[in-house]
Structures are given as structure tokens and as C-alpha cells.
């Protein structure tokens, strides 16, 4: 939102208004025993750190189907459709953060 003063100065409203379609989440799974996990890697410095220590944790309380790594191009862009495309393909279930 603007407002326009009477020098003629646009003041811009940094709260804004953000617009966007409410999407539903995925249903959560009751059990990851036996499924694939892919785990996306974002780049991010310690992100690979926490993935890994996430990952042994889920391991230690379910057995865990395949797990495949993936690994984004740079954590400042999205990743690749084609990336994504794999990992739906080949995984049942998805693990990414970020590790900063």
C-alpha cells in the first residue's frame, strides 16, 4: 500500500498485504517404516550437519526404507523442476532444512 503526501512523496507501507491461495498440506504418514526418504540438501552451510543428525534419529526409532540424497544447485534458488520431478518419482517421503 502507498500513500502519496502532499509534496508529492510516495510513503510505502513495508507491512503490505500479502495474497495467496490457501493450499492444504500433505497428510502426514503414520509410519515411516519400510518407506523411501529422500532427503533434499539445500546447500546451506550446516544444513547437511542437521539433515544427517535428523536422519539418525528417524533411523534409530523406525526402519527406514531407501534413503537417497539430492543436493540443490545454490540454496538461494529454487530447485530445479527436474530435481523435484526425481525426488517425487523415487521417494515417498521428503526431508529438507535449513541449517544456518
Known sequence: MTTTLETGQRVYDPRGVVEAEAK?????VSSLKGLRV???DNTKWNGRRLLEK???????????GEVTY??????????????IG???????????????
Do not use: C, H, M
Not at 492444504?24 to 502426514?28: D, K, L, M, Y
Not at 540454496?75 to 527436474?82: E, I, L, Q
Open 86 to 100: 526425481r525426488i517425487v518419482a523415487e521417494s515417498d517421503v521428503v526431508i529438507t532444512a535449513i541449517g544456518d
Open 38 to 40: 529422500g532427503v533434499l
Open 70 to 83: 539430492y543436493k540443490k544447485e545454490s540454496f538461494s534458488k529454487n530447485a530445479d523442476p527436474g530435481l
Open 24 to 28: 492444504p498440506i500433505s497428510a502426514r
Open 54 to 64: 535428523t536422519l539418525s534419529l528417524l533411523e534409530a526409532e523406525e526402519a527406514l
